[in-house]
């Protein structure tokens, strides 16, 4: 299995709800990550997973929080959010001891109304 | 991570056509990677260079890790209607960030 599976595809949620995003990876990848595109943009780090524990945050605001309850699964859950987090959130998984590339995940379309 | 400068911004193909595209960084990098983007998609990761001086292919694609460790190119032979996407170059150091290019758009000319 080489893929990065994320849920949903697209979410539309108001600013007062509460939302999750997973991300699950079978690549033995003990890294992981969060990612938010905006169109046309290249992706910008959110937060990193190193082992299972937060290993780097990137001054995201709280209303995003990570949870990596097992080497395999990443969430990203939501609250309050602004229409200005509409994005592309992309999860990606790596080695961690070596130099190679991420393997991204296809994304949740996420739309804040 | 430092945002590396990536050229040309857009480009237009005609199917047949061979393209290039190509990123330079103020600092050096140990690994130069190339991801295409297809709309709606994740990134997908197209060619990995390790060492510098490095040509690597995939298919059609051709990839160089510069001698300095600050600059690579992809080349597309031969380009097809599928090539149409985001091109995005990256650079890795011994850490967990990736620095992007701003990414090549391609698009078939009509």
């Known amino acids: 299995d080489t893929e990065v599976t994320q849920t949903p595809k697209h979410l539309v949620m108001g600013m007062t709800n509460k939302k999750s995003l997973k991300c699950e990876q079978h690549?033995?990848?003990?890294?992981m990550y969060w990612y938010k595109q905006k169109a046309k943009k290249p992706p910008e780090l959110m937060f990193v997973y190193s082992y299972e524990k937060l290993s780097i945050n990137e001054s995201v605001p709280s209303r995003f929080s990570p949870e990596c309850p097992n080497s395999s699964l990443l969430n990203l859950h939501l609250h309050a959010l602004q229409p200005e987090d509409s994005a592309l959130y992309l999860c990606a998984s790596s080695q961690v001891t070596a130099n190679y590339g991420y393997t991204f995940g296809s994304g949740t379309r996420l739309t804040v109304v | 991570g430092q945002q590396l400068n990536q050229s040309p911004q857009s480009m237009f193909i005609q199917e047949g056509e061979d393209v290039s595209m190509n990123c330079t960084s103020s600092s050096i990098f140990n690994t130069w990677l190339w991801y295409k983007q297809d709309p709606g998609e994740g990134p997908v990761l197209l060619i990995a260079?390790?060492?510098?001086?490095e040509l690597t292919s995939n298919g059609r694609l051709t990839a160089q890790f510069g001698i300095t460790r600050k600059d690579s190119f992809l080349n597309i032979s031969a380009s097809i209607p599928s090539d149409v996407g985001i091109y995005f170059c990256a650079g890795r150091n011994n850490d967990y960030k990736l620095s992007f290019g701003a990414g090549t758009t391609v698009t078939v000319r009509a």
């Open positions: 260079l390790y060492k510098a001086g």
């Open positions: 690549m033995g990848h003990r890294a």
